[in-house]
């Protein structure tokens, strides 16, 4: 991966749906680490993974961390 674009997760909402943004650009709604790891592999991230999702410097977790899911 050479990608240093920001990737920001948002607070969850009252579903526990986290919105997820990369480079300004909305990729989806993610109920799990398992689908913001998929929605970075569709903009290009072939190796990340629900390990990198959890431990990448590049993702800002707002509203909480990658173990945040619902309010």
Do not use: H, K, N, Q
Request: charged share 30%.
């Amino acid at each position: 991966m050479t990608s240093a674009l920001p990737i920001i997760v948002y607070p969850p909402d009252a579903e526990g749906g986290r919105r997820v943004r990369m480079d300004g650009e909305i990729l989806g709604l993610a109920y799990s680490l398992r689908d913001v790891a998929e929605f970075l592999r569709r903009a290009g991230l072939e190796d990340a993974d629900e390990v990198y999702v959890e431990r990448s410097a590049l993702i800002e977790w707002r509203g909480g961390g990658p173990d945040v899911w619902m309010l």
